[in-house]
C-alpha cells in the first residue's frame, strides 16, 4: 500500500489513510505532522462542520497546517454524512477515527497524554460529544478499534458549536439537525422527537470534571446563534467547569474553513494563546 504523503518545509501530510477496514469512502483520515520532531507529538483532532449533511476535511487544512508547522500532530477525519447516515453515525465515526489513531500513536511518534479536541460548527459539536460521554465505546460497535477508558484530553476548542438549538429560534440548523436525526422539522416539538435531541445533547452530559472547554463565536452567526455558546458556557460555568468564551463581533459562520479570513486569524491567536497554557 502507497500512502501518499505531500511535504512542505515546516509540515508534511499523509493523506487519506482508512480508519475503518473495508469501510466507506468518507471514513478516511489526514495526518499532518512537522517536518522535523524527535519527542512524541501532541495530538489535535481536528473535525470539520457542513451541519452533519455535507462538509470534507479539507475544509481544515489550512488550520491544520498552522499547528502542524508549529510541532503538534493534526489527525483531520472525515465521516459519514446524512441524509444517508443518520445519527449518530457521524459521532460514532470520529470516535473511530480517534482509536484508530490512538491504536497506531507509536507508528507516527504520537503522545496520547498530551490530547486536544477542535471543531468547527457540527465538528465543534461531535469534539465536545467526545469529551463528555461517560464511554465513548458505546459508539464504537462498528469500529476495528477501542478508546481506552479514559482519554487524557487537555482541552476542547469549539468554535460556533451547535449544542442543542434549545437557545434560539434557528430554524435552518434545526432543519439541518433534524435531517441528521432522521426527524422532521414539523415533529421537532413532539416528544419522541425531543427526547432523541436530549439524548444528543452535550449539555447533559457535562460535569465539572470534563476538560476545560475554549469557545469562539461570531455575534452575527446567522445559523447558530451565539446564544448557543453563551448557554453552554453559563452551564459549564454553574456546575464548576473550566469554560472560557470569546465573541468575535461582526463574525458570522463558517469562517474558519477560510484560512485567509481576519477572522480566521485572529482565532488562531486566540486558541494559540490558550494552548501556551499546556
Aim: hydrophobic share 45%.
Amino acid at each position: 500500500l502507497v500512502v501518499p504523503t505531500i511535504a512542505q518545509d515546516n509540515f508534511r501530510l499523509i493523506n487519506d489513510l482508512a480508519y475503518v477496514i473495508d469501510g466507506h469512502e468518507t471514513q478516511t483520515l489526514d495526518i499532518y505532522l512537522p517536518s522535523h520532531y524527535d519527542d512524541p507529538l501532541a495530538i489535535i483532532l481536528m473535525v470539520h462542520g457542513g451541519g452533519f449533511i455535507a462538509g470534507d476535511k479539507i475544509e481544515m487544512q489550512g488550520a491544520s497546517e498552522h499547528y502542524a508547522s508549529l510541532g503538534y500532530a493534526v489527525i483531520a477525519p472525515n465521516y459519514r454524512l446524512a441524509p444517508d447516515f443518520i445519527y449518530p453515525s457521524a459521532h460514532a465515526d470520529v470516535f473511530c477515527a480517534l482509536a484508530w489513531t490512538l491504536a497506531h500513536a507509536e507508528d507516527y511518534n504520537l503522545d496520547p497524554s498530551r490530547l486536544f479536541f477542535m471543531g468547527e460548527s457540527a465538528g465543534a459539536n461531535i469534539v465536545a460529544l467526545l469529551a463528555t460521554i461517560d464511554d465513548p465505546n458505546t459508539l464504537l460497535d462498528a469500529c476495528d478499534y477501542e478508546l481506552p477508558e479514559t482519554l487524557d484530553i487537555q482541552a476542547v476548542f469549539a468554535l460556533y458549536m451547535p449544542v442543542d438549538l434549545s437557545s434560539c429560534d434557528c430554524q435552518l440548523a434545526k432543519r439541518l439537525a433534524s435531517v441528521y436525526l432522521d426527524v422532521e422539522l414539523s415533529d421537532w416539538a413532539d416528544i419522541e422527537s425531543q427526547a432523541l435531541w436530549q439524548s444528543a445533547s452535550i449539555l447533559n452530559k457535562l460535569d465539572k470534571n470534563d476538560p476545560p472547554f475554549y469557545l469562539i463565536h461570531g455575534a452575527n452567526d446567522f445559523l447558530v446563534p451565539v446564544s448557543e455558546s453563551v448557554s453552554f458556557a453559563s452551564h459549564y460555568q454553574s456546575i464548576g467547569g473550566n469554560i472560557d468564551l470569546i465573541v468575535f463581533e461582526g463574525a458570522n459562520h463558517g469562517f474558519f474553513t477560510t484560512i485567509s479570513s481576519v477572522y480566521t486569524q485572529e482565532a488562531l491567536r486566540t486558541i494559540d494563546g490558550w494552548l501556551e497554557d499546556f
